[in-house]
Nanobody, 122 residues
Framework: RLRESGGGLVQAGGLLRLSCTAS????????MAWFRQAPGEGREFVSQ????????YYGDSVRGRCTITRDVAKKTMYLEMISLKLEDTGVYYC?????????????????WGHGIQVTVSS
């Protein structure tokens, strides 16, 4: 079970912090990731973190503005994004995967949170 927190209304140019707690995370969880979906758009990959090594992978639209981390003991993943843009608005989803390796393909992720709204205002 994945549960996102954080988000809400944030100012353009500001900072966003999201958390995701994976209460069911096991040794089979290879990675966790954030995806987002803007109104009327498909789901977009944001970032992935490998659970054991902490290795990271970022989508093109957020690279350089985004940091993903995880706390294995707390079974929690974090996302921090700076210099927010209006186009960062959307529903942000947490996902977990048993897939071994880096991937931005949403079909490689087995578990999903319900999503959390992030709205960037000017």
């Amino acid at each position: 079970r994945l549960r996102e927190s954080g988000g809400g209304l944030v100012q353009a140019g500001g900072l966003l912090r999201l958390s995701c707690t994976a209460s069911d995370a096991t040794d089979n969880t290879h990675s966790m990731a954030w995806f987002r979906q803007a109104p009327g758009e498909g789901r977009e990959f944001v970032s992935q973190v490998l659970w054991k090594s902490g290795g990271t992978y970022y989508g093109d639209s957020v690279r350089g503005r985004c940091t993903i981390t995880r706390d294995v003991a707390k079974k929690t993943m974090y996302l921090e994004m700076i210099s927010l843009k209006l186009e960062d608005t959307g529903v942000y989803y947490c996902a977990a995967s048993t897939y071994v390796g880096y991937t931005k393909n949403e079909t490689d992720f087995d578990s999903w949170g319900h999503g959390i709204q992030v709205t960037v205002s000017s």
